[in-house]
């Protein structure tokens, strides 16, 4: 069992279906967004591990012509369901930071 909390890749949501962005709310991802990807080990690269958890951050936005998803940049991952994703819809980076227009004036 390892779990690594460095930047690792870079994985891309791969899809161009309509329905697929609907269903997981992939169209109300915002850059910063921390996201969690299930059955998704990036500890030697790319894979899909039942179990395993990579948490990420939302760093480019999706290009439906060449049909990929937004870009995640890993933040942690580990192959075992030792990270338990919360769900929270002020999970950015600029909210946690209070940064760009969340900043406090």
Do not use: W
């Amino acid at each position: 069992m390892q779990c690594l909390s460095q930047p690792l890749y870079l994985p891309n949501v791969m899809t161009s279906d309509p329905a697929t962005v609907k269903e997981y709310k992939l169209d109300k991802l915002k850059f910063g967004d921390f996201v969690a990807l299930l059955d998704h080990d990036n500890s030697f690269g790319r894979a899909f591990v039942k179990g395993a958890v990579s948490i990420g951050i939302v760093v480019h936005s999706d290009c439906l012509l060449a049909g990929h998803g937004p870009g995640i940049s890993t933040l942690m991952t580990c192959s075992t369901p030792l990270i338990e994703p919360i769900l929270d819809a002020n999970a950015n980076i600029a909210d946690l930071l209070q940064i760009g227009i969340k900043r406090k004036k």
